[in-house]
T-cell receptor, first 113, second 114 residues
Framework: DAKTTQPPSMDCAEGRAANLPCNHS???????VYWYRQIHSQGPQYIIH???NNETNEMASLIITEDRKSSTLILPHATLRDTAVYYC??????????????FGKGTKLSVKP | NAGVMQNPRHLVRRRGQEARLRCSPM?????VYWYRQLPEEGLKFMVY????????ESGMPKERFSAEFPKEGPSILRIQQVVRGDSAAYFC????????????FGPGTRLLVL
């Protein structure tokens, strides 16, 4: 089972920031928070990941609470093309045998004009 | 740098036939993962391979399914004697391995079993 909890759906107005929450209250000290998204019928797309510091790249920002029990993915200026299912995943990154990602149901983000 | 490539993108098979799905990882990536997505469901891990080695096949059905990642060439997911329940999208991901483990996904192969 997925170790994260996300709202099943969210709406966002085009041009506004989309803030997608994720709860991961049982996260371990060596587990990273990863975000992927899946646009309809396409392969999952990597967005961003982090351990405990906030992270930002050209796609999004990731804000992780100090206790690491939750995080928020921020798309600063959502466009219609950002409509997708967004997955929050916690995963150990140690180069060992735990290779797989465990996908939950994610949040279906609908960006509306 | 080309991304993960999968072929064919669509595959139609009749019950009892064999399906072979191919995955070419990103250049420089030595780890390959296969996932299956049934209609209206999330992605489920199947198998994790490094060159010539299966590292984790805990998500692979015990019968009819096999995977390989030879020293040369793409990774192959093979499904023997397909049944209608095998109809799904099969995604491959690759990662560099060792230090940086972010997985990058291919476009998937959509298998339809008639």
């Amino acid at each position: 089972d997925a170790k994260t909890t996300q709202p099943p759906s969210m709406d966002c107005a085009e041009g506004r920031a989309a803030n997608l929450p994720c709860n991961h209250s049982t996260i371990s000290g060596n587990e990273y928070v990863y975000w992927y998204r899946q646009i309809h019928s396409q392969g999952p797309q990597y967005i961003i990941h982090g351990l405990k510091n906030n992270e930002t790249n050209e796609m999004a920002s990731l804000i992780i609470t100090e206790d690491r029990k939750s995080s928020t993915l921020i798309l600063p200026h959502a466009t219609l093309r950002d409509t997708a299912v967004y997955y929050c995943i916690v995963r150990v990154e140690d180069g060992g045998s735990q290779g797989n990602l465990i996908f939950g149901k994610g949040t279906k983000l609908s960006v509306k004009p | 740098n080309a991304g993960v490539m999968q072929n064919p993108r669509h595959l139609v098979r009749r019950r009892g036939q064999e399906a072979r799905l191919r995955c070419s990882p990103m250049k420089g990536h030595s780890h390959v993962y296969w996932y299956r997505q049934l209609p209206e469901e999330g992605l489920k891990f199947m198998v994790y391979l490094q060159k010539e080695n299966i590292i984790d096949e805990s998500g692979m059905p015990k019968e009819r399914f096999s995977a390989e990642f030879p020293k040369e060439g793409p990774s192959i997911l093979r499904i023997q004697q397909v049944v209608r329940g095998d109809s799904a999208a099969y995604f491959c991901a690759s990662s560099p391995g060792i230090v940086q483990e972010t997985q990058y996904f291919g476009p998937g192969t959509r298998l339809l079993v008639l």
